[in-house]
């Protein structure tokens, strides 16, 4: 079965600073791998997917992943942190096969300090 | 709309009524998946469509729970005789096809009391 594990659940940086939020998963293969932003009462929205290819994969807001198959890691990374990101972060993975249905890590929420 | 709309946006019940679930996805998405957040579970998958077929219902908590969906569009997610544990944010997501990005929507909140 795979699973997914965010080890931090609050991160809290300065605007301005860098950030990583970590994420591993566990899976036979090479799954499909997300990284969701939730705001406050809202639904999740796709930040950036790896599907195959290129191991650093660009998304939006200026957020980018790397793809680290020897560690089973798909850290999330931002040069320089905007209040607006302040929000929830979700890292999934999704098999292959038949369905494709998420399996989300727990969550990580990001605070930015003025 | 251009993105998944999830109606009701909250929904307050009492204990052992039946509540119904309503999702739009985004207009020619063949994939449709619900998910259901909660405090002590996180998000965790419930089912899929692809076109109106479910083929993995194990996701279903119990058998209180059912999902349908009809013309390969709209679905709905239906809850007998609702349980304090039921509560929850419920999303649905929609894809073009399997294995394709989903895209949420913003969910719907039940309360039961």
């Known amino acids: 079965a795979q699973s997914v594990t965010q080890p931090d659940i609050h991160i809290t940086v300065s605007e301005g600073a860098s950030l990583e939020l970590r994420c591993n998963y566990s899976?036979?293969?090479?799954?499909?791998l997300f990284w969701y932003v939730q705001s406050p009462g809202q639904g999740l929205q796709l930040l950036l997917k790896?599907?195959?290819?290129?191991?650093l994969v660009q998304g939006i807001k200026g957020f980018e992943a790397e793809f680290k198959r020897s560690q089973s890691s798909f850290n999330l990374r931002k040069p320089s942190v905007h209040w607006s990101d302040a929000a929830e972060y979700f890292c999934?993975?999704?098999?292959?096969?038949?369905?494709?249905?998420?399996?989300f890590g727990g969550g990580t929420r990001l605070m930015v300090k003025p | 709309g251009a993105g998944v709309s999830q109606s009701p946006s909250n929904k307050v019940t009492e204990k052992g009524k039946d509540v119904e679930l309503r999702c739009d996805p985004i207009?020619?998405?063949?994939?449709l998946y619900w998910y259901r957040q909660s405090l002590g579970q996180g998000l965790e998958f419930l089912i899929y469509?692809?076109?109106?077929?479910?083929?993995?219902k194990s996701g279903l908590p119990s058998d209180r729970f059912s999902a349908e969906r009809t013309g390969g569009s709209v679905s709905t997610l239906t809850i007998q005789r609702t349980q304090q544990e039921d509560s929850a944010v419920y999303l649905c997501?929609?894809?073009?096809?399997?294995?394709?990005?989903?895209?949420f929507g913003d969910g719907t909140r039940l309360s039961i009391l």
């Open positions: 899976y036979g293969a090479t799954p499909y």
């Open positions: 997501a929609s894809s073009w096809d399997l294995g394709q990005p989903q895209h």
């Open positions: 207009s020619g998405h063949t994939a």
């Open positions: 790896y599907f195959s290819g290129d191991t």
């Open positions: 999934a993975v999704a098999g292959r096969d038949a369905g494709n249905m998420l399996t």
């Open positions: 469509f692809q076109g109106n077929s479910a083929p993995d």
